[in-house]
C-alpha cells in the first residue's frame, strides 16, 4: 500500500521537523528575548518560556542529528565526498558547542536576573556581549544549515565554504554587538 515511500524519504522528513523545531524555537528564543529586553527586565515568565525554547531546540537538533545518522547510512561513500555535508556537520556542530554554552552560561545568567533591572545588573552586563555573540552564531548558523538543505550540491571546496560561514559569523557577531551597545547605551540614560 505504502510501497511509494521509501527510507530516504521517511529520514528526510525527519530531518525536515528537526530544522523546523531546532531553527523555529531559536528564532522565535532571539525574536522574544529581544521584545523581552525592551522593558529592560526579564519576567519569570518570559524566562521560562525561553527555557522551554531551548529545550526544543535541543529537540530539533537531537532529530537532525539522528535522521543525518540515518540519512548518511544510506550511502556514506557520497556523503562522505560531499563538500556540502561536511559544511553542514561542521555548522551543525557548531551548533551543538553553541547550544551547550548557552545551556551551562547563558540560561543560568539569563535566570538570574530574574524580575531585576538588566542595566543595573552587573553579572548581566558583563555576559551579555558573549550572550550576542551567541545568538549571532545561531541565527547565521541555522540559516546556513536550511539553506544547505535546500541546495542540491554546492560546487566549491570545504575550505571556501567555510571561510564564507565564518566571514558571515564576523559580520554578524560585528553587527550584534553593535546593536547590544547601542541598545545598551540608550536604556542606560
Not at 519569570?44 to 529537540?59: D, M, P
Not at 557520497?78 to 551543538?96: D, N
Not at 548557552?102 to 556581549?129: A, C, M, W, Y
Amino acid at each position: 500500500m505504502f510501497e511509494f515511500i521509501t527510507l530516504k524519504m521517511i529520514y528526510i522528513a525527519l530531518h525536515v521537523f528537526g530544522v523546523v523545531f531546532g531553527a523555529g524555537a531559536a528564532f522565535m528564543s532571539d525574536i522574544i528575548f529581544l521584545s523581552s529586553i525592551k522593558d529592560r527586565a526579564l519576567s519569570s515568565a518570559e524566562i521560562r518560556i525561553l527555557s522551554i525554547l531551548s529545550k526544543i531546540v535541543w529537540l530539533g537538533l537531537g532529530i537532525l542529528v539522528l535522521s543525518g545518522i540515518l540519512l548518511f547510512s544510506l550511502d556514506p561513500v557520497m556523503y562522505a565526498a560531499s563538500t556540502k555535508f561536511l559544511a553542514k556537520m561542521t555548522i551543525v556542530g557548531a551548533l551543538i558547542l553553541n547550544g551547550v554554552i548557552f545551556h551551562r552560561i547563558h540560561l543560568p545568567l539569563i535566570k538570574g536576573t530574574e524580575n531585576k533591572v538588566l542595566t543595573g545588573h552587573d553579572q548581566f552586563l558583563k555576559g551579555s556581549s558573549l550572550l550576542v555573540i551567541s545568538g549571532a552564531i545561531s541565527v547565521v548558523s541555522w540559516s546556513f544549515a536550511i539553506f544547505f538543505g535546500i541546495l542540491r550540491s554546492i560546487p566549491y571546496s570545504y575550505i571556501t565554504i567555510m571561510l564564507v560561514y565564518l566571514g558571515v559569523v564576523l559580520c554578524a557577531i560585528g553587527a550584534a554587538l553593535i546593536m547590544k551597545k547601542k541598545f545598551f547605551d540608550r536604556v542606560r540614560v
